[in-house]
């Protein structure tokens, strides 16, 4: 339990290396075609190799089918937005969470049953951030991202989650 309490660690600390020199070097996107599959084995993976100290669902709805876009980039974007959600719920006082991704006609939706955004006027701020675990620039990042695709996020405002438009994704 240890040693994988270890890996996770320094999957974490690659992950915020990663995320900081791409984000101070610029995004720079190469569209290739890939499955929808293997984004949600990307998610599913991610989440395998996140400490949690609570019982957390996670749901993938994804239909089948490929779309045009940088897998390695968009598969960032859905771990930051898969570790907020689970740090989410790990704040929350629920014993218990759900995560869910739905893709549906190029937008991906994740709605997590964890406490409330505390500060919505810095999501998207570098190095802001209101939890207690990260570096404030999952976000940031994952919008910079986006908008190299075209595309925008949208924070939900009926239900907690965002919404992300994949934009000049072709499917």
Do not use: C
Request: charged share 30%; glycine share 8%; aromatic share 10%.
């Amino acid at each position: 339990p240890i040693v994988l309490e270890i890996k996770k660690s320094i999957y974490r600390v690659e992950r915020i290396i990663k995320s900081t020199l791409l984000f101070s070097k610029g995004v720079q996107i190469n569209k290739k075609l890939f499955e929808l599959e293997k984004l949600k084995e990307s998610i599913e993976d991610a989440f395998e190799h996140y400490s949690m100290s609570k019982d957390i669902e996670l749901i993938i709805n994804f239909e089948e089918g490929e779309v045009k876009g940088d897998f390695d980039l968009l598969s960032i974007v859905m771990q930051n937005f898969l570790y907020n959600a689970i740090d989410a719920i790990e704040e929350d006082e629920n014993e218990e969470g759900t995560i869910t991704f739905t893709y549906e006609k190029g937008t991906i939706t994740v709605k997590d049953s964890g406490v409330p955004i505390k500060d919505e006027s810095i999501l998207y701020e570098p190095f802001k951030t209101t939890k207690l675990k990260g570096s404030g620039l999952g976000l940031a990042l994952s919008l910079e991202i986006i908008k190299a695709h075209d595309g925008k996020i949208e924070l939900l405002t009926k239900e907690k989650g965002f919404k992300i438009w994949l934009g000049n994704l072709k499917f």
